[in-house]
């Protein structure tokens, strides 16, 4: 019962930072400005958005579940606000300020402290340490994303 609560609490907690992501995007991807960008030729279409993100935050607190009964410390929570932090500004930083150099780097930063849980903790997570894989690919693919159109505008 009490791994079901911490699935339901990381659940809450991954959703309201994309809901709070979404909110301080400021209309994001159909803005004037976005549609105007010269984005990489591999961008995916809107709706693989919503679905990655949705599949990484389940996953993601699934994984934090079996983590947090491992690892649970102040480390553990300041590492986890730090990652939540980081997810929320990037679409503030991008979307609403046109910062695309800054939200870059707090890109690469997300991506580096993610490879850090699947990195560091693979040996006491196992095969538990798949859950956390799809964000981590997808922060790949979102730095390339980033990166093009950093260079290209």
């Known amino acids: 019962m009490k791994h079901f609560v911490w699935i339901l609490l990381f659940l809450l907690l991954n959703f309201s930072a994309l809901g709070?992501?979404?909110?301080?995007?400021?209309?994001?991807?159909?803005?004037?400005?976005?549609?105007?960008?010269?984005?990489?030729?591999?961008?995916?279409?809107?709706?693989?958005?919503?679905?990655?993100?949705?599949?990484?935050m389940v996953c993601f607190s699934i994984y934090l579940s079996y983590l947090v009964n491992l690892k649970q410390s102040n480390v553990f929570w300041l590492l986890f606000i730090v990652q939540f932090v980081l997810n929320v500004s990037w679409n503030f930083v991008f979307?609403?300020?046109?910062?695309?150099?800054?939200?870059?780097?707090?890109?690469?930063?997300?991506t580096v402290l993610v490879g850090y849980y699947l990195f560091s903790f693979l040996s006491e997570m196992g095969l538990k340490s798949l859950l956390i894989v799809p964000y981590f690919l997808w922060l790949l693919v979102a730095i390339s994303l980033n990166a093009y159109s950093y260079i290209k505008n």
């Open 20 to 56: 709070i992501g979404s909110w301080l995007m400021n209309n994001g991807p159909t803005s004037n400005w976005y549609i105007a960008l010269n984005k990489a030729p591999w961008t995916p279409p809107g709706w693989v958005f919503g679905v990655a993100w949705t599949t990484i």
């Open 95 to 110: 979307f609403n300020q046109h910062q695309m150099g800054f939200a870059l780097i707090i890109i690469i930063l997300l």
